[in-house]
């Protein structure tokens, strides 16, 4: 089964067009990788598939469904989320508290502002699991400002699980990590991948080759290959445009 897919789409700004007749498929639990030098059009096209902008042309399907005009909370609750290349979080809350802000956000909890903190304790146990799910509990009460890098980068991770996703999409996840904090990213990923599909945009070539299932190939905001990691390592057009030596 298909779960997003994208056809045709088109996004220009002034003139220049940032995506060009961009066509995607994404199975339903497969890990999809979205690579391409910079300027290629990836976190346009990220943006498109989350509604955080709309195309000029073209449509984008969640299982079927067209959701190409739709704002991103309502996406969201169709069952598609996103984290993002810059961070995200509260810094001022703890790790804890940012989760139980999220969790009650679907909820009729936003609006009733005479509730007291305590109604967010019913969220406790979730939150609680999604902490430790992505390694944090040790740092469960500890403000997220506090946090280094990697462990910010885990903590939007679960921020965007609090939402149940059966579609995930993650920007650059381990943008800026050393060694030890890619290897942890990658763990995590397969662990939330089981039971959902994961789309990610990624630089790291070992990273891709660890975990992709298949992978679109973008530049100058059209796909220029997809398929497998060895197929798309081997395809002329891409080792001349993108990747050269670094998957020889």
Known sequence: MTALSARGLIKEFRGFR???QVDLDVQEGEIHAIIGPNGAG????????????????GEVQLYGERISQLPPEAIVRKGLSRSFQISSVFGSLSVLDNLLVALQSRSNLPGQ????????????????????LVDLTPLTDRPAADLSHGE???????????????VLLLDEPTSG????GVARVIRLVRQVAQGRTVVLVEHNMSV????????TVLQYGSVLASGSYDEVRRN??????YLGEEVA
């Open 18 to 20: 940032a995506t060009n």
């Open 42 to 57: 990836k976190t346009t096209l990220f943006n498109l598939l989350s509604g955080h902008l709309h195309p000029n042309a």
């Open 113 to 132: 502002f005479w509730r007291s903190d305590e109604a967010l304790r019913q969220y406790e146990g979730r939150a609680r699991e999604l902490i430790d």
């Open 152 to 166: 910010k980068r885990h903590l939007e991770i679960a921020l965007t699980l609090t939402q149940d996703p059966r």
């Open 177 to 180: 990590m050393g060694s030890e």
């Open 208 to 215: 891709v080759a660890e975990l992709a299932h298949r992978i």
């Open 236 to 241: 002329p057009k891409v080792i001349e445009a």
